[in-house]
């Protein structure tokens, strides 16, 4: 098979394992683990896995297509980037490389509250052609502004998050003293020094910072104090009274993001969201809930065709995004993938792991005899 990509990183396994060698182990760390004992992040994709697809192969089959309509807008492909704190610690200009890469390929990016890139820069790099996620803040003011710079950025889609109204307990970051800039112990000096390109691409393209939210909080905040903040200045727990004002004064698609029951399934069509993802955060906030595979099925037999249901957590490559598409989702999104694909090739990563992934889902589908996305549910075991 000929690939459009760099042949000798045709996985997203071998990205994870080149980032893992190039950046601090701090940042590795950071990015690729769960909360607690990993629990949960271990079953979203083991679980994930256990899904089976059915191929036709004496049907007429004349090619597929990856396509696919999201509120209005046709996609080149199912799936899309999704929000990732803290990516510039990971690779220096990360959310810029991504956020360039999904509106060369046509796909959503979606930028996180707390990653390193500003909503302003973002909106610019992609002329609008971005989501965000929004961590619900407990001032109402903040919320408002926020909302008024995602909307003057040309902002389309607002995923508001629900499945953070606690700070995750994370031993590795807790253990490296993860900060913005990274802490200067005697242990991340020597992890910077062994990863040399790391350091000097972080040193001219300067310190990563929370760009969007800077001009808000105080400077130099290390893990304990970081934690505080967030939990002081995200403590308002999203529920009907705190999302009416965010969808009266939100002009365009309103997604709630975090979902994982029925009842919040439910109460999100009731408040007008135009679509939900079922997610738990890729593991790292409750290392005692469920996969979320296992959360999707029972959302959508009671939900389908109310409202768009998308998916995230556990989907690595394209065999995953095709059997989340077959459990029922209508749209997926990855983060670990296309940060390990950034960590490990620099400005590249964001176009080799989309390559990657729409290769590995076309050669599924064609081997299935599955015409388009929206056709994999009929391939469900």
């Known amino acids: 098979m000929s690939l459009p990509y760099n042949p000798a990183y045709p996985s997203i396994e071998d990205l994870r394992e080149r980032a893992r060698q190039r950046i601090p182990r701090f940042a590795f760390e950071y990015l690729d683990g769960g909360c607690n004992e990993d629990v949960n992040l271990v079953k979203n994709t083991s679980e994930l896995r256990d899904v089976e697809l059915k191929p036709y192969y004496l049907r007429n089959f004349e090619g597929s297509d990856l396509k696919t309509e999201l ?25 810029e490389i991504l956020a360039k890469a999904a509106v060369a390929n046509n796909i959503p990016f979606v930028l996180s509250t707390v990653t390193t890139a500003s909503i302003e820069r973002i909106g610019e790099l992609t002329e609008g052609k971005f989501w965000y996620q929004l961590y619900h803040p407990a001032n109402p003011a903040l919320r408002d502004d926020l909302l008024d710079r995602a909307e003057a950025a040309g902002c389309k889609v607002l995923c508001v998050l629900c499945d953070v109204p606690s700070f995750g307990y994370r031993p590795r970051d807790i253990r490296n003293g993860l900060a913005l800039p990274p802490k200067m112990t005697f242990q991340n000096i020597l992890q910077i020094l062994g990863r040399p390109n790391w350091a000097l691409r972080t040193l001219l393209h300067g310190q990563p910072a929370f760009e969007t939210m800077k001009q808000y909080m105080p400077k130099g905040l290390d893990m304990k104090q970081l934690g505080v903040y967030m939990n002081q200045t995200f403590s308002g727990r999203v529920n009907e009274e705190r999302i009416k004002p965010i969808r009266d004064r939100w002009k365009g698609k309103l997604v709630l993001k975090g979902v994982a029951t029925e009842e919040d399934a439910d109460m999100a069509i009731r408040l007008g969201f135009d679509g939900i993802i079922v997610s738990n955060h890729g593991g790292r906030q409750l290392d005692a809930g469920q996969s979320s595979i296992h959360a999707l099925e029972p959302i959508v037999q009671r939900c389908a065709g109310k409202t768009k249901i998308m998916f995230d957590s556990g989907v690595r490559s394209g065999p995953d995004v095709a059997r989340a598409l077959a459990s029922g989702a209508e749209f997926t999104f990855l983060g670990r993938s296309f940060m390990y694909g950034v960590a490990a090739l620099g400005a590249a990563g964001g176009e080799h792991t989309i390559a990657i992934l729409k290769t590995q889902l076309k050669q599924v589908m064609d081997q299935i005899c599955c015409h388009r996305p929206e056709d994999l549910k009929n391939h469900l075991v």
Not at 80 to 95: F, N, R, S, T, Y
């Open 71 to 95: 509120f209005g807008h046709v996609y080149d492909a199912p799936f899309g980037i999704a929000p990732v704190g803290l990516q510039g610690l990971m690779w220096p200009g990360a959310p």
